[in-house]
């Protein structure tokens, strides 16, 4: 049986407790302070239209060691194509990101209320965009959730070529600059491990996060050269 959250507390099942697809719970609800909690313990949501809301914590989990990524040849190219911007249309790249189905689903799992949930915690200063931008017109971009010094990856969009991947690629550099740790890709993807990402287990990924997230990073997110 897979336990159902008390709207009325914050607290979570240890993710080690999860089912084999994955599933630590169900239900509760989106509000800032225990989503702030899911991500402390290595938990995120994901759940599809007219579902309750299902919490995971994936074994193997995908995550990116910043010195392991990738930047091809065609990719450092293209980066110089675009301009970019830290949380500038955080609310249109969440949106942009809602119209695209990233998981195997039958529609996408970024509903109305998670957008909302999140640009909520966007305004906290605890979620952030990175935007690729071509003549002045938002054409790619990424969002996440910063846990200490974790970047946890949501989503990403792209309407032109490498848009995406030059927006995480900028955002790789920064992260590196300002000291972060890893970047927690969540659930394993081709593509993400194109770009250098890699599988590890829950017993480690939930002992990399112990180590960083209460490491807290003070920084104005802002494009440096």
Request: glycine share 6%; hydrophobic share 35%.
């Amino acid at each position: 049986m897979i336990p159902q959250l008390n709207k009325y507390t914050l607290d979570f099942p240890s993710p080690t407790l999860a089912n084999e697809d994955g599933i630590v719970a169900w239900g509760g609800d989106l509000n800032p302070t225990r989503l702030i909690k899911a991500y402390q313990n290595g938990i995120f949501p994901w759940y599809a239209k007219d579902e309750p809301i299902l919490w995971w914590s994936t074994n193997p989990r995908l995550i990116m060691e910043l010195d392991d990524f990738k930047l091809s040849k065609s990719l450092k190219k293209s980066i110089k194509k675009f301009t970019y911007q830290f949380d500038t249309n955080f609310r249109d790249v969440i949106v942009r990101c809602s119209s695209i189905d990233r998981r195997d689903q039958n529609g996408t799992w970024i509903q109305n209320e998670v957008i909302d949930a999140y640009t909520e915690l966007h305004a906290m200063g605890i979620a952030h965009s990175i935007e690729s931008y071509l003549d002045g017109k938002l054409v790619g971009g990424l969002y996440g959730v910063v846990v200490g010094s974790l970047f946890c990856g949501e989503s990403m969009f792209a309407d032109v070529s490498d848009a995406s991947k030059a927006a995480y690629a900028t955002l790789i550099k920064h992260l590196k600059k300002w000291g972060y740790s890893f970047i927690d890709c969540q659930v394993p993807t081709p593509h993400l491990k194109s770009l250098g990402a890699k599988e590890i287990t829950r017993e480690e990924y939930l002992h990399k996060l112990e180590k960083v997230r209460y490491n807290y990073k003070e920084h104005i997110w802002k494009i440096e050269e």
